[in-house]
Nanobody
Framework: QVQLVESGGGLVQPGGSLSLSCAAS????????MAWYRQAPGSQRESVAT???????NYANSVKGRFTISRDNAKNTVHLQMNSLKPEDTAVYYC??????????????WGQGNQVTVSS
């Protein structure tokens, strides 16, 4: 069994910073790409940032220059540093990972979601 557990997030004023972390645990052989998605009320889930196992990153245009994704392959964790936050960044944030289990089964896994609210 594999699970992703998120931490971080919360309430911050516009212009502030928050960070999110996500740890993968369980019967893991290897982890490919890891990513953060978000879903605002009434909207579809959208990709925020992606990082490959080699460290290559990709960001949504709306967060470029403000958000930074990173990962620690030894600890099976992925992080999202969010700076210069705007009210439109308010959403539930989900981590995602492409994981090959020890039984060689490959699946897409999701964290439980953490609320990020940007408001004065």
């Amino acid at each position: 069994q594999v699970q992703l557990v998120e931490s971080g997030g919360g309430l911050v004023q516009p212009g502030g910073s928050l960070s999110l972390s996500c740890a993968a645990s369980g019967s893991i052989r290897s982890i490919g790409a890891m990513a953060w998605y978000r879903q605002a009320p009434g909207s579809q889930r959208e990709s925020v940032a992606t990082i490959t196992s080699g460290g290559s990153t990709n960001y949504a245009n709306s967060v470029k220059g403000r958000f930074t994704i990173s990962r620690d392959n030894a600890k099976n964790t992925v992080h999202l540093q969010m700076n210069s936050l705007k009210p439109e960044d308010t959403a539930v944030y989900y981590c995602n990972a492409d994981i090959i289990r020890r039984d060689w089964r490959r699946n897409d896994y999701w964290g439980q979601g953490n609320q990020v609210t940007v408001s004065s």
